[in-house]
């Protein structure tokens, strides 16, 4: 489980102060895909990095799996760090080494067997459907099977979530589907939780089951997909997904 | 003008000896010591998260201070340093201590440079793995920039090529060196120009088994 409470970050800029994260809370089930969307500079990719502390908040608390990793020593949060797994908008892949490498580095990282890296780099490309990619660079492959690389990259340590930085904004939209298909399925077999940071909606309809609305570092919605919704507490919530309401259902401001 | 030559073939000989001599303990110096300055440059600049106002400004000032001297005021300046080092100011061994102090700089700089190329995504996407900093300085920041480094090398060789030429004037010898004293001191036009063809047939092959290098190891492209 993953839980954020009061979580303050601001960055300094030359225009002075800018705070990212306004006293954000939030709360994340075991097994979900939960989408945080929101439009650029509303802070969603900083709240994102926050759980795996890639940001430290300025005051807060990180709970991932009833650990606070705010007061891990740094060595206790590099080993956490490798039961996050990361996939990134632009695939961030290491351009110099073949794919087999790349998915491979994770468990270098955690300076695991050779046999073991080796048996499970082949899994893991299994899985995401690029075993026969695993010489080749990441500069041959296409935008989608790169995200594919990252998947499989992420997946390599046994990751218990994935964070998932608008990991098809730089996709086409059939590719967009491709990917959230892989994700879905690797949600359901594996029971990874899924975090998914998008300026999306297809993406929030197609794979989440939660969804927060983010806007100028605060949450201003959350919705649970499973049931219909009924009500919008904020202007970008219901711009957002005013074609999901129920509409039979009367539209309630309680702005 | 052929039996000239072949007259001072064996001296020609001796000398691209001492140039290759200096060429490699200095090169040798500037990767072992450059490579880890300019990493340090690169992780502690304004911006990072390694971020040290105080030891960068010192570092980054000394970098400019000995770039900003020409080789020959430096090679003379520091002769009392040379000899500390090793224990004489004359000869193909001292040049190697001037040589070096000269280059490190440069070499630090092109490969702090070369770094700032990597794609800060890579390095964060190694952090959200769990890498420690030397996981990143080396798997991440040497394997992605090794093509740059390669680059610098090729030319940090190169401009050593023509820093050793000034070597003659502490005793270092070197194929320059040859090429002054018969060409300019005793005006031997015809071993001067074959001189200097070596030297440009030195340079090109230097350059040419560069870029080989880089596009071996280069696969961005």
Request: proline fraction near 3%.
């Amino acid at each position: 489980m993953i839980e954020l409470k009061n979580i303050q970050k601001s960055f300094d800029t030359k225009d002075g102060k800018f705070q990212a994260l306004k006293d954000v809370s939030i709360k994340i089930q075991e097994g979900e895909i939960f989408g945080i969307i929101g439009f650029s500079g509303a802070g969603k990719s900083t709240l994102l990095r926050v759980m795996n502390l890639l940001e430290r908040p300025d005051s807060g608390e990180v709970n991932i799996n009833g650990k606070n990793l705010c007061f891990l020593s740094r060595k206790d949060l590099l080993k956490e760090r490798q039961s996050i797994g990361m996939i990134f908008q632009n695939f961030n892949l290491l351009s110099n080494k073949t794919i087999a490498e790349n998915v491979e580095f994770p468990l270098k990282l955690a300076r695991e067997k050779k046999s073991e890296r080796i048996k499970r780099v082949a899994e893991c490309l299994e899985i995401v459907g690029l075993t026969n990619k695993k010489d080749a660079y990441p500069v041959s492959l296409s935008g989608g099977q790169r995200q594919r690389v990252g998947i499989a990259r992420a997946l390599a340590s046994n990751p218990k979530i994935l964070l998932c930085d608008e990991p098809t904004s730089a996709l086409d939209p059939r590719t967009t589907e491709n990917i959230l298909e892989f994700l879905k399925k690797i949600n359901k077999q594996f029971g990874i939780t899924i975090v998914v940071v998008t300026h999306e909606m297809e993406v929030v309809e197609q794979i989440c089951n939660k969804v927060a609305v983010m806007e100028n570092g605060e949450i201003v919605e959350n919705f649970d997909l499973k049931e219909p919704i009924t009500e919008f507490h904020s202007e970008i919530g219901e711009y957002l997904f005013k074609h999901l309401l129920n509409l039979e259902a009367k539209v309630d401001y309680v702005i | 003008m052929l039996s000239n030559i072949l007259n001072v073939l064996p001296e020609i000989l001796t000398a691209l000896g001492q140039t290759f001599y200096m060429l490699g303990e200095t090169l040798f110096v500037a990767i072992v010591v450059g490579t880890p300055l300019g990493t340090i440059l690169y992780l502690i600049r304004p911006g990072a998260t390694h971020h040290k106002k105080v030891l960068y400004i010192v570092l980054d000032g000394l970098v400019n201070i000995i770039r900003s001297f020409p080789f020959l005021i430096l090679l003379i300046a520091i002769i009392p340093f040379t000899r500390f080092v090793v224990g004489t100011a004359i000869g193909t061994t001292a040049v190697i201590v001037p040589l070096s102090i000269c280059v490190i700089p440069e070499f630090a700089r092109l490969v702090e440079q070369t770094l700032l190329d990597v794609n800060t995504g890579v390095v964060e996407a190694a952090e959200s793995m769990g890498a420690n900093l030397f996981q990143i300085i080396w798997y991440v920041l040497y394997s992605e920039a090794r093509a740059g480094i390669a680059n610098v090398i090729t030319i940090i060789t190169i401009s050593l090529l023509s820093y050793t030429t000034v070597a003659g004037l502490v005793g270092g010898g070197g194929i320059g060196d040859f090429a002054i004293r018969y060409g300019y001191y005793r005006y031997k036009i015809d071993i001067m120009f074959f001189t200097v063809l070596i030297i440009i047939i030195l340079v090109q092959i230097i350059q040419m088994i560069g870029n080989r290098t880089v596009r071996v190891l280069d696969k961005k492209k």
